[in-house]
């Protein structure tokens, strides 16, 4: 069991570190942005419909 440990205690040392990386977070950002400007646009045009949507099915949000 302390094996697995010690292999967290690595894990989030590195995760630690990428996170606190500026480049990091700024690349997270404008994904997490573009993301959410393409689920608006199709939700306001009206494209990306599912297939079951458009046959008829609801969609529940």
């Known amino acids: 069991m ?3 440990s ?3 205690k690595k894990l989030e040392k590195l995760l630690k570190k990428v996170w606190d990386d500026q480049d ?3 690349a997270m950002s404008d994904f ?3 993301a ?3 689920v608006v646009h199709e ?3 009206g494209e990306g419909n599912s297939k079951s949507e458009s ?3 609801t969609q529940n949000f």
């Open 2 to 4: 302390g094996l697995l």
């Open 55 to 57: 046959q008829g099915g």
């Open 24 to 26: 990091f977070k700024n």
């Open 36 to 38: 959410f400007r393409t």
């Open 6 to 8: 010690e292999a967290f």
């Open 32 to 34: 997490v942005l573009a």
């Open 43 to 45: 939700m306001i045009s």
